[in-house]
């Protein structure tokens, strides 16, 4: 059995409890309900979207990967490779130095395999010196191969024709040792290094082969293709931010009209549980009748 739970004045019982309910079951409620459900979930996809838009925009983008050109045409003697160069493909003709050939040790089939991330005992980068055909030298990184005894490190001979990236030179202390490597091989690609160890003027930087004629017989040395940096759109955030208000503002109406409309349908049971408390139709409250009650005779 229910008891009625007196609140605020009002006896809260099943009745009450049904009527709020028939209340907010009207048809014109019934409608605000599922609006404000549409626009709930409309709002707050239209957020994740400007969020989603926003994480997006931080990400580096592909750049613009023009067709190779002549080496020559980007690459100046004693001038740096720049960070916008890094990337671009390149075609280099001319004949490989065997005897000036060095094994980068520590170094996987990738570029990013450098400094601290070198896993000690991995292979090799084959750094071979190109004499290009205005005497000048770029150094060269042929492929990798998982011993020094590979039959790839085998120099070719005569005219070659090299496809590949350029990339700017590592920094001489990019790697830390504690003991010196073997004659014939370097921890880094360092132009600053590399000019006290090779003859003639020698370019900037390196360029890892992707394709050689004759064919390469080394693993490839994989590289990516040069990318955009990427600044963050917070307009978009922002966008997002605003549609979660207007959803959050929206509750708030609803919650609003709800309240309203269920307070409308509980005054006349107000009334009907303190009638004394309405005056009757057509009849002002006395006042005096209040103010000095008759007194009562014993």
Wanted: charged share 15%; hydrophobic share 45%; glycine share 8%.
């Amino acid at each position: 059995m229910l008891i009625p739970v007196p609140v605020g004045g009002l006896s809260v019982g099943p009745d009450t409890v049904l009527a709020m309910l028939r209340t907010l079951f009207l048809p014109r409620l019934v409608v605000l309900h599922l609006l404000v459900i549409g626009v709930l979930v409309a709002f707050t996809l239209l957020g994740r979207w400007q969020l989603a838009v926003f994480e997006e925009s931080g990400r580096p983008a592909a750049a613009a990967d023009p067709a190779p050109v002549a080496v020559e045409s980007l690459s100046r003697v004693g001038q740096r490779l720049t960070s916008e160069l890094a990337g671009r493909q390149v075609i280099a003709a001319g004949v490989y130095d065997a005897a000036g050939q060095l094994l980068v040790a520590d170094r996987r089939p990738d570029v990013d395999a450098v400094g601290g991330r070198a896993a000690s005992g991995a292979g090799f980068w084959l750094l071979t010196p190109l004499r290009l055909s205005d005497g000048s030298t770029f150094a060269v990184v042929r492929g990798w191969v998982g011993t020094s005894q590979d039959p790839a490190v085998a120099v070719p001979a005569g005219a070659v024709k090299v496809t590949g990236r350029l990339r700017p030179p590592d920094q001489s202390d990019a790697v830390q040792r504690s003991g010196a490597l073997p004659e014939g091989q370097v921890a880094t690609v360092s132009t600053a290094q590399l000019i006290n160890l090779w003859d003639g003027p020698l370019h900037d930087g390196f360029l890892i082969a992707a394709a050689q004629e004759p064919s390469l017989t080394a693993t490839p040395v994989a590289v990516p293709p040069p990318t955009q940096g990427a600044a963050l759109t917070w307009r978009n955030l922002a966008y997002a931010a605003q549609w979660w208000i207007f959803a959050l503002f929206a509750v708030f109406m609803w919650w609003h009209f709800v309240r309203d409309a269920v307070r409308s349908a509980r005054r006349p049971r107000i009334s009907l549980t303190n009638p004394e408390s309405t005056p009757e139709p057509g009849r002002e409250p006395d006042p005096e009748s209040d103010s000095h009650p008759e007194p009562v005779s014993r």
